[in-house]
């Protein structure tokens, strides 16, 4: 079983960056197709982000594309966000998550990953 654990939030003015990292222990990354979720406060949670076992098919939600990335380095066991433009609304919990198999619309679906990341919180002040 891997274990998760996320780092990089903090508070950030609007238009502002941070990096977001996940390292995985237990179990080697590239076995895993990992994504990014978000929770605000009184919402539920949604997917931001995916990415596949090698890194070559990335997945967006429609709020941050063209200004969020995501990246993995298998070889450091690591999964990075790099959130540019930060607005007030990407305040939230983010939270890391892997699964060995995902397809289609499961990539979105935080129901379908079974490892998750204790959070890390991201605020963006206006």
Do not use: H
Request: charged content about 20%.
């Amino acid at each position: 079983q891997v274990q998760l654990v996320e780092s990089g939030g903090g508070l950030v003015q609007a238009g502002g960056s941070l990096r977001l990292s996940c390292v995985a222990s237990g179990r080697t990354l590239s076995n895993y197709n990992m994504g990014w979720f978000r929770q605000a406060p009184g919402k539920e949670r949604e997917f931001v982000a995916a990415i596949s076992r090698s890194g070559g098919n990335t997945y967006y939600a429609d709020s941050v594309k063209d200004r969020f990335t995501i990246s993995r380095d298998n070889a450091k066991n690591t999964v990075n966000l790099q959130m540019n433009n930060l607005k007030p609304e990407d305040t939230a919990i983010y939270y890391c998550a892997g699964d060995n198999f995902l397809y289609g619309t499961r990539w979105y679906r935080s129901s379908e990953y079974d490892y998750w990341g204790q959070g890390t919180q991201v605020t963006v002040s206006s």
